[in-house]
């Protein structure tokens, strides 16, 4: 079945530096991949529509300048948290698209944990 | 986007069915309902999809209402490991955003 393999799984940053996390679809192409970020005891909320070769889609309140993402090959996307601090730990987590069969369906990374100190 | 309402939470004994509902009254024509799964500290993982009809797989059921205002999640024996917040999602077509809900917290009883 799909893959989707998300790295780092945990991450610690001090505050003021950028992170970068990977999101990479292992046995199939991905023209389109999700972000989202959960805080604790809530569910996911949609960050972001990433598309190969193109801009990302943000959703409304999602900063693009500090989010940034790029999806620049079928198998790949990156989310870079820049000039981080505390308010942005929570954990990130990706999807990607998938066609299996005559139906698509979305595989979820297993997320990363960011905590900004 | 079409929003579901699923109870916050529900408890089931071990090896007993388990009916997870719920609520989509503004579902259009298009829309897939999903449902995913998520254990604590990992990503939502795929349980079932369906459009109209009723569809079966390994891991549970999807039994979709006829007005399609609504749907059922049966989990046929519960264990330990489908312990698990359950989410129903509705996408339009194929290739959509999903917009999460609350999902429901599924304790299951030894």
């Known amino acids: 079945g799909a893959v989707v393999s998300q790295h780092p799984s945990r991450v610690i940053c001090k505050s003021g530096t950028s992170v970068k996390i990977e999101c990479r679809s292992l046995?199939?192409?991905?023209?389109?991949m999700f972000w989202y970020r959960q805080f604790p005891k809530q569910s996911l909320m949609l960050m972001a529509t990433?598309?190969?070769?193109?801009?990302?889609?943000?959703e409304q309140g999602v900063e693009k300048d500090k989010f940034l993402i790029n999806h620049a090959s079928l198998t790949l996307s990156t989310l870079t948290v820049t000039s981080a601090h505390p308010e942005d730990s929570s954990f990130y987590i990706c999807?990607?698209?998938?066609?299996?069969?005559?139906?698509?369906?979305?595989?979820f990374g297993s997320g990363t944990r960011l905590t900004v100190v | 986007d079409a929003k579901t309402t699923q109870p916050n939470s529900m408890e089931s004994n071990e090896e007993e069915p388990v009916h997870l509902p719920c609520n989509h009254s503004?579902?259009?024509?298009?829309?897939?309902i999903h449902w995913y799964r998520q254990l604590p500290s990992q990503g939502p993982e795929y349980v079932i999809h369906?459009?109209?009809s009723n569809v079966n797989n390994r891991m549970a059921s999807l039994a979709i209402a006829e007005d399609r205002k609504s749907s059922t999640l049966i989990l046929h024996r519960a264990t330990l490991r489908d312990a698990a917040v359950y989410y129903c999602?509705?996408?339009?077509?194929?290739?959509?955003?999903?917009?999460f809900g609350t999902g429901t917290s599924l304790t299951v009883i030894p």
């Open positions: 999807s990607a698209r998938a066609r299996t069969g005559l139906n698509y369906g979305y595989t």
């Open positions: 046995d199939f192409q991905a023209t389109t």
């Open positions: 990433s598309n190969e070769g193109s801009k990302a889609t943000y």
């Open positions: 503004t579902i259009s024509g298009t829309d897939y």
């Open positions: 369906g459009l109209t």
């Open positions: 999602i509705l996408s339009r077509g194929t290739g959509n955003q999903f917009y």
